[in-house]
């Protein structure tokens, strides 16, 4: 357990030093909210670093693997990262630096969202992470939504908290 943990560690380090998190343009969408355009329906319990490559190209992101089971790419003009270390579970994680947040923000951003969840991290930067269970097995298709829901959430979470 204290391995995963080190190397949960060590990745976060990697991507908040490839600037995943860092406020850029916020306008715009990328239409993620039904996962129509993604294929059959066929359950997986993993995936492979490069069939999520694949998909978040396909629903019109540039993404790039950061190292094995870190994926990162652009979504409401914010680097995010897509951890695949989890056994076949996924987490979103977008983390910013240097804002105005309070943890009344915080929150109460918690109290308000079911399907993310906000916190500071020990190093006082911002992070919002949303997870999606693999244990029933997930599609192409939930991966989709799953995404679009996030991108939901960025958006709100960037205007409400991460100012």
């Known amino acids: 357990m204290r391995t995963r943990t080190v190397t ?16 850029r343009n916020v306008s715009g969408t990328s239409g993620l909210g039904t996962g129509e355009d993604v294929g059959a329906d066929e359950l997986q319990t993993e995936y492979a670093d490069i069939e999520l490559l694949t998909l978040l190209g396909e629903l019109g992101h540039n993404p790039s693997i950061l190292e094995a089971g870190v994926l990162v790419f652009e979504l409401q003009g914010a680097r995010i990262a897509l951890f695949n270390q989890f056994g076949g579970d996924l ?6 630096t240097g804002g105005s947040w309070t943890m009344e923000q915080v929150n109460d951003w918690n109290k308000r969202q079911r399907f993310s969840r906000a916190y500071v991290d020990d190093e006082g930067d911002l992070v ?3 997870d999606l269970r693999a244990y029933d097995g997930i599609s192409r298709r939930k991966i989709a939504v799953w995404l679009g829901l996030f991108e939901r959430s960025l958006q709100a979470f960037m205007w409400e908290v991460a100012q």
């Open 8 to 23: 949960v560690v060590m990745a976060l380090g990697l991507v908040l030093a490839a600037g995943v998190g860092c406020p």
């Open 91 to 96: 987490q979103l994680y977008y983390g910013v």
């Open 128 to 130: 919002m992470e949303a």
